[in-house]
């Protein structure tokens, strides 16, 4: 009997509770609130769908281009050893040619003076 009386009291003080509760919102409010919240998850689901679309855009892409990107990639490791062996041969050269014609190149003075090609690495 006291568990029943205990369990009774406890529903009506909820009931209670959950009226002052009922009382502090408005139903105005609470729907305003509802529909904002319907919108933004709208919005977010379009966001959604239209990422998807263009992850899956740039998955193909990526795909059609990789072939390419990683051939001209070793063209260019390609290249640029050649380079790298090709003035490797001609310091060995110059620096036998120097060995053999000490006044064959000028020096760096003279050498500034002669060369009027413009310099690629400096940006403009």
Known sequence: MEQRAEGESIRVA???????????????DL?????????????LQDSNA?????????????????GDLSRNTRLLNSMKSDLDYIFQKIRSMKS???????DAFPDE???EA?????????PR
């Open 14 to 28: 909820s009931e209670e509770l959950s009226q002052e509760f009922k009382t502090l919102m408005n139903t105005d």
């Open 114 to 122: 002669l060369d009027r090609r413009p310099d690629l690495e400096i």
């Open 96 to 102: 036998k040619i120097l060995a053999t014609y000490p």
């Open 31 to 43: 729907n305003s609130l509802n529909h904002l919240q319907h919108l933004i998850l709208g919005r």
């Open 50 to 66: 239209v990422l998807s679309h263009f992850n899956e855009f740039s998955e193909h892409c990526f795909a059609e281009v990789s």
């Open 109 to 111: 003075s003279t050498s």
